[in-house]
């Protein structure tokens, strides 16, 4: 991603649904950005927008010049990629909240050629309930390996049309669970909104740390016989199907015999 200055338009990311950045950050940083005479996009959390594949997505992504102010920079560009519209590389600049200071970011954003003055604000807000807890699919470095979707028994993983997995049903996560992140081969499943390193989108230095992290943790979920767990797995997921089938069948009979009655 790109790191030049005087981008035009500013997304700032509310992450409403998570306690990741101390508020006390977000509000600074919103000062800062209260100096800007720029257009600025505040939204009530990115990965809500990301999930529902919002349209708005669409006009933020193909802006000809972004900076976004969020959290780590792997995460929002897959984020995006999840929600249908990739960012492009070398116009899309992305500050991290979690990492960097109030003062790094100001620094960053330090009005030049007359950029002070009043900025022309809106704001996205997300009307739900649901918190957006799901894994997000860094496909360079995913080898498709459909572990991932073997393991989940909530179904939010799928096979595309093209051989290659990907999250279907993001609200059928079981929220504040990265288990399948933990013990993806690859370290390729990310969760923005966990703390731990490098499932919340952050870098990965370390490679041979990482994996054998992944070891361990393969080892504690699934056991010596990883074929075995999975399949185990693949056929609780199929038994907590159909009893949510069933379940959804008997409520529809119900609501019928009573518009009947």
Not at 38 to 65: F, K, N, Q, T, W
Not at 98 to 105: G, L, P, W, Y
Not at 134 to 148: E, G, H, L, T, W
Not at 236 to 242: D, E, F, P, T
Request: aromatic content about 6%; hydrophobic content about 35%.
């Amino acid at each position: 991603m790109s790191t030049c200055k005087n981008s035009q338009t500013i997304l700032f990311c509310s992450c409403t649904h998570g306690n990741i950045i101390p508020q006390e950050v977000k509000q600074d940083v919103l000062a800062v950005l209260s100096k800007m005479n720029r257009d600025i996009i505040i939204v009530s959390d990115l990965c809500g927008m990301a999930a529902r594949r919002e349209p708005e997505l669409s006009r933020i992504a193909e802006m000809p010049s972004l900076t976004i102010v969020a959290c780590y920079p792997r995460a929002i560009k897959w984020l995006f990629h999840a929600g249908g519209m990739p960012l492009t590389d070398g116009r899309v600049t992305i500050l991290n909240m979690r990492t960097q200071s109030v003062e790094e970011i100001e620094s960053f954003l330090e009005p030049e050629d007359g950029l002070s003055g009043s900025p022309t604000l809106s704001t996205i807000k997300t009307q739900d309930d649901w918190i957006p807890w799901f894994p997000v699919i860094d496909y360079s470095r995913c080898k498709n390996c459909r572990q991932c979707a073997s393991f989940c028994i909530f179904g939010a993983y799928d096979i595309a049309d093209d051989g290659h997995v990907y999250v279907k049903n993001p609200q059928n996560c079981k929220t504040n669970c990265p288990a399948c992140a933990r013990i993806c081969p690859e370290a390729a499943i990310m969760f923005p909104k966990y703390e731990e390193s490098p499932i919340n989108g952050d870098w990965i230095v370390d490679e041979e740390a990482v994996r054998g992290k992944i070891k361990i943790n393969m080892d504690e979920i699934l056991g010596d016989d990883v074929y075995a767990a999975l399949a185990q797995r693949r056929q609780k997921a199929k038994r907590l199907l159909l009893r949510k089938q069933a379940s959804e069948l008997a409520y529809k009979e119900r609501e019928q015999c009573e518009q009947e009655g």
